[in-house]
T-cell receptor, first 111, second 114 residues
Framework: DAKTTQPTSMDCAEGRAANLPCNHSTISGNEYVYWYRQIHSQGPQYIIHGLKNNETNEMASLIITEDRKSSTLILPHATLRDTAVYYCIVRPNSGNTPLVFGKGTRLSVIA | DSGVTQTPKHLITATGQRVTLRCSPRSGDLSVYWYQQSLDQGLQFLIQYYNGEERAKGNILERFSAQQFPDLHSELNLSSLELGDSALYFC?????????????FGSGTQLSVL
């Protein structure tokens, strides 16, 4: 079972920042927080991941609370092409544990 | 382009038949994961291979089997197909590093069982 809780859906105006929350209150010390997204029936796409520090890459920023029980994915300037289902997943840094996908958040970017 | 290649893109077959789905991982990735996505079940993990060895098993039916070959490509075999096996099948590849493992997914095989 997924160990994260995400809102079912969110809307965001094009050009504005999209802030997607995720609760992972039972996260263990060796577990990373990963974000993936799936654009309509395409293969899931890796976005970003982190352990305890905030992370930023060309796609997004990841803010992890100090107690690591929640995080927020930030898309700084959402475009229509960012409309997708976003999955927050916790996973240890081990080659033996698969990604377990929950239901994710369906983000709709509106013009 | 994720670098993961899946063939075929589409497959239409009849109940009771057997099919093979193929996955070529990104260069250098030793792990291959298989997932099934149907409309009512979301993305379900099936099985993982690492450098030719089975590493983890999910909700994979006994009618399904997989293997990873010495060149690291993988095949998922589905037999005695039923209507409910119609789904998108994704494979992903990855490699474990000091800072975690990113998985890269292929574009999937759409299986339709008629």
């Amino acid at each position: 079972d997924a160990k994260t809780t995400q809102p079912t859906s969110m809307d965001c105006a094009e050009g504005r920042a999209a802030n997607l929350p995720c609760n992972h209150s039972t996260i263990s010390g060796n577990e990373y927080v990963y974000w993936y997204r799936q654009i309509h029936s395409q293969g899931p796409q890796y976005i970003i991941h982190g352990l305890k520090n905030n992370e930023t890459n060309e796609m997004a920023s990841l803010i992890i609370t100090e107690d690591r029980k929640s995080s927020t994915l930030i898309l700084p300037h959402a475009t229509l092409r960012d409309t997708a289902v976003y999955y927050c997943i916790v996973r240890p840094n081990s080659g033996n544990t698969p990604l377990v996908f929950g239901k994710g958040t369906r983000l709709s970017v509106i013009a | 382009d994720s670098g993961v290649t899946q063939t075929p893109k589409h497959l239409i077959t009849a109940t009771g038949q057997r099919v093979t789905l193929r996955c070529s991982p990104r260069s250098g990735d030793l792990s291959v994961y298989w997932y099934q996505q149907s409309l009512d079940q979301g993305l379900q993990f099936l099985i993982q291979y690492y450098n030719g060895e089975e590493r983890a098993k999910g909700n994979i039916l006994e009618r399904f089997s997989a293997q990873q070959f010495p060149d690291l490509h993988s095949e998922l075999n589905l037999s005695s197909l039923e209507l409910g096996d119609s789904a998108l099948y994704f494979c992903a590849s990855g490699r474990v590093g000091l800072l975690g493992e990113k998985l890269f997914f292929g574009s999937g095989t759409q299986l339709s069982v008629l």
